[in-house]
């Protein structure tokens, strides 16, 4: 979603599924895709929020790979229209640009509340990672920048809401539908593989609709290099496959273990090991004991199978497993007669298109509050965090020279500071 962490749900109003979803697949099978284009459970709730216990350690350097040009920014160069979503370190807006008149999503982060919630690292892993990246089911990073008081990221304003608010107006997806968004994030789920680098938060709510009707995923928060292993406890419960649960370490086959959850719930409505009480002992205990304990619905027989492997309880037997790359997923009998290729290039209709009366229509999204507060961005005041996000350029007000680097800035913001 359009997060700032422990975001509320965005909803839309557009109407279910069109009756027959039975054309948006090929019926032909093509070879999968080759990609190579361009801490305690306690701390978690069983809401559908993400919770992490990282807070430090050191990135790996990322290759950048995207082919987007480099600009600077600052906030007077948009106009800020409505807001999109809000979290406890901030709201994403909806803007446009004051220079080619396009639409954005800026998502601005209080400096203050990352620093003392200690996500300081996953706020300059997302801003690395999105910015190294480039896909057509990936939402694409333009620029990134700081002030005294907030950072912002500018990405692509995506339309056509959650992929979670569509499912629960419509109940459940028909299969043909479940397959085209599973095949969709399965493809954005390879390419970052490839590059090491493990998701960590797939869910309806972090899969966006275009105006297409194609997917974007979004939200890198918990995203993170990981060329062997990592361990930190974090995603959202429901999603979160066992050997995170039990504190081991994990790879990037965690990933696919969602992907299976996620296929269950959009066939389902709900996902496997669903907890209406929200009893966080429960839904763990029963993620340990794994499949066996879920309650199938009549799913077709290859649709059962896929997850079954995807969430298979062994890491090492799982379908993605990093030893031998995803083809395992790819050439699954489920996924037969995706073509692959028409897919990528985005030839095959998707199968519901995004009710927009233009460009910049944000219905699909919850009407929010404004309370002025893009009022109190860009003011100058004292900075203690200036040294924090090094890779945000600094956006110095307007009375100081326009492209300060951050220590610069921590010089003309906290002159104090510096000379100590």
């Given at each position: 979603m359009y997060s700032t962490a422990d975001t509320t749900h965005l909803y839309n109003h557009h109407k279910d599924l069109p009756a027959d979803p039975s054309l948006y697949l090929s019926r032909t099978q093509t070879q999968f895709p080759d990609c190579s284009y361009g801490d305690s459970i306690s701390t978690l709730s069983t809401s559908r929020t993400s919770a992490s216990t990282e807070s430090s350690g050191e990135p790996f350097p990322l290759q950048h790979v995207s082919s987007r040009p480099k600009a600077s920014y600052r906030l007077a160069d948009f106009i800020i229209h409505q807001t999109l979503g809000t979290g406890s370190f901030g709201r994403v807006h909806l803007v446009r640009s004051k220079h080619n008149l396009r639409f954005y999503a800026i998502k601005v982060l209080s400096k203050d509340k990352v620093v003392k919630t200690k996500q300081v690292e996953h706020t300059n892993n997302e801003k690395t990672i999105l910015e190294g990246v480039q896909h057509p089911f990936i939402v694409n990073l333009w620029g990134a920048f700081q002030d005294a008081s907030n950072l912002y990221m500018i990405m692509d304003f995506v339309p056509g809401g959650e992929l979670f608010t569509l499912l629960r107006r419509s109940g459940r997806f028909?299969?043909?539908?479940?397959?085209?968004?599973?095949a969709e994030v399965a493809m954005a789920l390879n390419y970052l593989?490839?590059?090491?680098?493990?998701?960590?938060?797939?869910k309806p709510e972090n899969i966006l609709l275009n105006f297409d009707g194609h997917i974007k995923i979004a939200d890198f928060g918990f995203a993170k290099r990981c060329s062997v292993t990592t361990w930190t406890l974090c995603g959202t419960p429901d999603y979160l496959a066992p050997e995170i649960v039990l504190q081991q370490r994990y790879t990037r086959s965690v990933d696919w273990y969602a992907l299976g959850v996620l296929i269950f719930e959009m066939l389902?409505?709900?996902p496997p090991y669903y907890q209406p009480d929200r009893n966080t002992n429960i839904l763990y205990e029963r993620i340990l004991q794994g499949p066996s304990f879920i309650r199938w619905p009549a799913f077709q027989p290859h649709a059962t199978d896929i997850i079954l492997k995807l969430m298979e309880s062994d890491a090492v037997k799982r379908y993605g497993k990093v030893d031998y790359g995803a083809g395992d997923v790819f050439t699954h009998p489920w996924f037969s007669e995706v073509d692959w290729d028409r897919l990528?290039?985005?030839?095959i209709a998707a199968p519901y298109l995004p009710k927009?009366?233009?460009?910049?229509?944000?219905?699909?999204?919850?009407?929010?509050?404004?309370?002025e507060v893009a009022s109190t961005y860009g003011k100058v005041c004292h900075d203690p965090h200036?040294?924090?996000?090094p890779d945000?350029?600094?956006t110095c007000p307007d009375t100081y020279p326009p492209a300060c680097q951050a220590s610069e800035a921590y010089r003309c913001i906290s002159p104090s500071i510096a000379r100590k």
């Open positions: 028909p299969e043909p539908v479940t397959k085209f968004y599973a593989h490839r590059l090491d680098i493990v998701y960590r938060d797939l389902t409505g709900f990528y290039s985005r030839k927009l009366k233009s460009e910049g229509d944000a219905s699909a999204f919850e009407r929010y509050p404004e309370d200036a040294r924090e996000f945000f350029e600094y």
